[in-house]
């Protein structure tokens, strides 16, 4: 697949190849990512992306499937979203438009306009998240989450958007706080993580807004390299 493709107008002068697969145009905070099979993780957030997309939610998708999402050989079970300006509304909107879309909620029934109502109340409302799985597969499924934190704003005002296979449109958490929430987290998993986006995006990272991240999260930068 020719990852050239469709990037119209882009000033070449920002636009980083980090290998046959990764191309990244800093001045615009775009990843243009080509996968010739994409796993279940890929099909589930990019359904579930997409739906968001068209609802002009602002959204951004932070936690493991974002090494996933570039390679990271491993699987998840869940795949994190957090969003914001997520009325009680604006969620029975988006349920409908899932609903159609065939994801299901875990914790109701996506079709009753009662249950979502007290989904709303009982779970984002008091800053829990909500689960949803697609066409009745388990695992991997959706977390959704209304962002709350002031690093889950920042993950959202300042994603990258991936352009995967020039079809599907996905914004992610700033690699800069993700490698730092990962050593922050310090599981062999997340510290496996941090050290594969750490090395995957090594030429376009922005090297001081990792050491704040790392000093503001406590966590030593050394363990990258």
Known sequence: ??????MRRMDMTSAIQLNESILVDTG???IYLSKPVLTAEDEIASSFASVLEELGIR????????????????????????????????????CRRLGGAGFELMQGDISSEESLRRIYREYLGQGYS???????????????????????????????EVVLNNSFRLRIAPIELQIAYKLRLGSEKDMGDAAFLYSLFK???????????????????????
Request: include cysteine.
């Open 1 to 6: 697949m020719d990852i050239v493709l469709g």
């Open 28 to 30: 615009s905070r775009r």
């Open 59 to 94: 959204y951004s998708i932070v936690a493991g499937y974002i090494a996933i999402m570039f390679g990271r050989s491993r699987r998840s079970d869940d795949i994190d979203f957090i969003a914001y300006g997520v009325g009680e509304e604006k969620f029975l909107e988006l």
């Open 130 to 160: 909500v689960r949803f799985m697609y066409r009745g597969t388990i695992l991997p499924n959706i977390e959704f989450k209304l962002a709350r934190t002031r690093y889950q704003i920042y993950s959202i005002e300042n994603c990258y």
């Open 203 to 225: 030429q376009v990272i922005n090297g001081e807004e990792l050491k704040m991240w790392c000093e503001e999260l406590g966590v030593n930068i050394k363990l990258l390299v």
